[in-house]
């Protein structure tokens, strides 16, 4: 992921970049730049400028890096915990029935298919849900609200019920219920809301916390989230498969106890 550097009204702010689409146009924003005066400063030629934007090319770092340092700005590269929602629909598209590869998102069919390539070619489910975990990892989601403290689900749920709009539940209380026997785990859980700041808000009673600390991971709903969902009394919960793939990237013992269900399967 490239970070690129914002200057809004003296100060600095790092802007994610997952993508060199349309880079040159957010610098020329940022910096109130033009075509003509990035590329005469930085000797990248306006036709190279627009074949980045359209994606009809993918500039390599040293040009950005030109483009960027034309404009005052630069560009660090950060090596950080991967977690794209999308990889939990690519890998369900390959073993799970409910999820029509022919639905997938452009982004979604990527993650499919690097998937296939890291778990090869028998396509073995443990491995496809392990390498899903991996790269999807809810302590590091973009918009996840990190807690700490006691929780219960009908707390959760409360909250949820409260900040309004769609809501589910992974994690623990979806490994509680569909194991075979009582299981040791982290008591983590994942609320996935529409709107994970007002949830919050409503769990007032818990601690902000990082990464390390974390028992409630409160995120933005993910479209895949919703794919065969289902309801036990009040409570909205992820598929099963979902639920797996959310707790593997949880790590820990939550992730072994996730590890030993889908074993038995």
Known sequence: MLYQERYTDGEVIQMAVTTTTGLPKQIRDVTHSTVSLLSARSGVSRMTQHRVETGESDAG?????????????????????????????????????SVD??????????????????????LNPIDVVTEAGRVTNPLHRVGAVLLTGGWDE???????????????????????????EPIALDPHAIVYAEDPEAVARFLSHLRPARAATATIV????????????????????????????????????????????????
Do not use: C, H
């Open 61 to 97: 770092l040293r040009t950005l890096r030109e483009l960027a340092l034309a404009a005052g700005l630069d560009i660090s590269i950060n090596l950080l915990p991967a977690s794209d929602p999308d990889a939990a629909a690519g890998a369900r598209s390959i073993i799970d029935a």
């Open 101 to 122: 590869a022919g639905y997938l998102t452009p982004s979604q069919t990527e993650w499919a298919q690097r998937i296939r390539r890291y778990v090869g070619p028998e």
């Open 154 to 180: 009908l707390k959760l749920a409360s909250a949820a019920l409260s900040a309004g709009g769609e809501w589910l539940l992974s994690g623990t209380p979806v490994l509680e219920r569909i194991a075979d």
């Open 218 to 265: 409160v995120m933005p709903m993910a479209p895949i989230a919703k794919v065969d969902s289902w309801t036990d009394g009040k409570f909205n919960l992820v598929a099963p498969v979902q639920a797996i793939i959310d707790s593997i990237g949880l790590g820990g013992s939550t992730a072994e106890a996730a590890l030993a269900i889908a074993r038995e399967w």
